[in-house]
């Protein structure tokens, strides 16, 4: 298994060995995090974001440091030389004499591949329009793996299906390792087509569902997404769907009484914060698994770990 050099664009690329493989020397990293680790000194991160973000950025930029490395790059596309009207590639090409590794969010489908293909370093997707986001749905899966111990299980994934690139990554990953999906989504916002049979493909046990209800008295672990309001193409169709779903406390009455409810966050409207405080919750415990995953996909491709 060979992770050096190597780019992550889209969970598809990864065996299930290779994922757990991840997992596991995440697993080892969170053991860690209390000492001085030292594994990246003298190595840079680069982070590209042409697209707003909190967590992956942020996250990122911890795990780097938190391995004593450094990190440069820019958060917005408009304090970079892509205002003046330099393409992607000329940006990477740059940078890549900068970096070590570079990590680029981006609001086109395919971007990160593109950058992949200029870049002589690492190239690792935070985000690439709809389409993959996968260090998000290794810190989903990682999380799962903890709370669950295992998982096949029985995934409700509710929200934004058509736009949402977390859950693109995420289904496909969680229908490799065995897992049982109920999606449910607002009409017009269905799992695209490519993805489903993709999941067809991988023998996933899919089933649609518009009643979040009956999704919420199966599920083991409730996936709940925002509505993607920054892509859609018109603004009128995304006011009739906002606020399609909204968890809340009645929603849990429902619930198994060890399901737990995930949000890759930012939420709007579709979590209620009471449900923080009951014990389903799981979305501030991501943002923490966050941390040991990057860690070791950093250490990984850098050869380290
Ligand atoms: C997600 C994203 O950017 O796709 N955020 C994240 O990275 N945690 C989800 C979203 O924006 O809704």
Not at 163 to 182: D, K, N
Not at 263 to 275: A, F, T
Request: proline share 4%; glycine share 6%.
């Amino acid at each position: 298994m060979e992770f050096e050099g190597r780019d992550i664009i889209s969970i598809r690329d990864f065996s299930l060995e290779e994922i757990e493989h991840i997992l596991e020397s995440a697993a080892r990293m969170e053991a860690r995090m209390g000492e001085r680790l030292d594994l990246l000194q003298g190595r840079i991160l680069a982070c590209l974001f042409f697209e707003p973000s909190t967590r992956t950025r942020l996250s990122f930029e911890t795990a780097m440091k938190r391995l004593g490395g450094e990190v440069i790059g820019f958060s917005k596309a408009g304090a970079a030389s892509v205002a003046k009207g330099e393409n992607l590639t000329d940006t990477v090409k740059t940078v890549a004499n900068y970096a070590d590794v570079i990590v680029v969010r981006h609001p086109r489908e395919g971007a990160a591949r593109l950058a992949a293909e200029a870049s002589d370093v690492p190239v690792i997707n935070a985000g690439d329009g709809s389409n993959q986001h996968p260090t998000q749905t290794l810190l989903d899966l990682y999380t799962i793996k903890k709370e669950k111990g295992r998982l096949d299980v029985c995934a409700a994934i509710v929200g934004d299906l058509k736009y949402g690139r977390t859950v693109h990554s995420l289904a496909h990953a969680l229908a490799m390792f065995g897992a049982s999906l109920i999606l449910v989504s607002p009409s017009g916002l269905e799992m695209p087509p490519e993805v489903l049979l993709d999941l067809k493909e991988l023998g996933a046990e899919v089933t649609a569902h518009n009643s979040l209800e009956d999704a919420v008295r199966e599920a083991e672990v409730l996936y709940v997404t925002r509505i993607q309001k920054e892509r859609f193409p018109d603004p009128e169709e995304y006011e009739k769907v906002k606020g399609a779903y909204k968890i809340t406390l009645d929603t849990l009455a429902l619930a198994r009484e060890d399901l737990i409810v995930m949000h890759p966050l930012p939420r709007v409207d579709e979590i209620s914060p009471e449900v923080d405080f009951t014990g389903h919750a799981r979305y501030f415990q991501q943002v923490r698994n966050g941390i040991p995953v990057r860690m070791a996909l950093l250490a990984l491709v850098l050869g380290v770990e």
